[in-house]
């Protein structure tokens, strides 16, 4: 169903982590979902209901990533600083993913962007931590940064199930690990192929997941039940 459909439904400050990868504004027509077009009035008219429905349904310690690239994170960035507001924006994270990439006239594009806010200063924060890259600290642990070096799935990869722009599970541990405790509510309303769903399950998390599309659902359910 419409996400916007189903958040009206969903009582107040119910939801502990709300994690969405949203339409990206590229105007193509993916083989699993149409995205809308880089227009700003299109794309403010769509997410502002949506977003005013996602602060009304975050529990006050709750936190929210929505996951863009550079098309619209400027507009979406915009909406969530009106409506969370700018003091409680903690990061904007930046997915790092793979190699080679285009452009001849300009910089390869080769990252995704994360915007990460929380509905107040009280908000469940788990430290995350990653391996040193540095030789002077091989072999030990450091605090993880605001950016993300995670592979994207290749055509190859035993996690791929056919989906178009599906995210790897790694991606979403770290959110989910970092922003949420075994038993808490996380709600995808972008779901696509599931990845939050079934890394919250596997997690130990209660989830909610929603696309409008039939087929996301399907192939959703079928991960979560093998999972």
């Known amino acids: 169903m419409d996400n916007l459909d189903l958040m009206k439904q969903l009582p107040k400050n119910s939801i502990d982590l709300i994690y969405c990868d949203i339409l990206y504004g590229t105007g193509r027509k993916f083989k699993d979902?149409?995205?809308?077009?880089?227009?700003?009035r299109i794309i403010q008219d769509f997410?502002?209901?949506?977003?005013?429905?996602?602060?009304?349904?975050?529990?006050?310690?709750?936190?929210?990533?929505?996951?863009m690239d550079w098309r619209i994170s400027h507009w979406i960035r915009l909406i969530m600083d009106?409506?969370?507001?700018?003091?409680n924006f903690r990061n904007e994270i930046i997915w790092k993913y793979g190699l080679g990439g285009s452009g001849n006239k300009e910089f390869a594009k080769k990252h995704d962007n994360i915007l990460f806010y929380t509905k107040s200063n009280?908000?469940?924060f788990n430290l995350q931590y990653e391996p040193a890259t540095?030789?002077?600290?091989k072999g030990k642990m450091k605090k993880m940064t605001d950016v993300w070096e995670v592979p994207?799935?290749?055509n190859m990869a035993k996690e791929r199930i056919g989906y178009d722009t599906q995210k790897p599970k790694s991606l979403l541990e770290r959110i989910i690990k970092a922003s949420s405790n075994?038993?808490?509510?996380?709600?995808?309303?972008?779901?696509?192929?599931?990845?939050?769903?079934?890394?919250?399950k596997e997690l130990g998390r209660n989830y909610i997941g929603c696309d409008i599309e039939e087929k996301a659902?399907?192939?959703?359910?079928e991960r979560i039940k093998v999972s």
């Open 182 to 200: 075994e038993g808490d509510l996380v709600a995808d309303f972008f779901c696509g192929s599931g990845t939050t769903c079934v890394v919250s």
């Open 134 to 137: 540095s030789n002077m600290l």
């Open 47 to 67: 997410y502002t209901p949506r977003i005013n429905e996602m602060y009304r349904i975050l529990r006050d310690t709750g936190s929210i990533y929505i996951h």
């Open 122 to 124: 009280q908000y469940t």
């Open 33 to 40: 979902y149409q995205d809308l077009k880089a227009d700003r």
């Open 82 to 87: 009106d409506v969370f507001g700018f003091d």
């Open 152 to 154: 994207t799935l290749n």
């Open 217 to 221: 659902i399907h192939i959703a359910t």
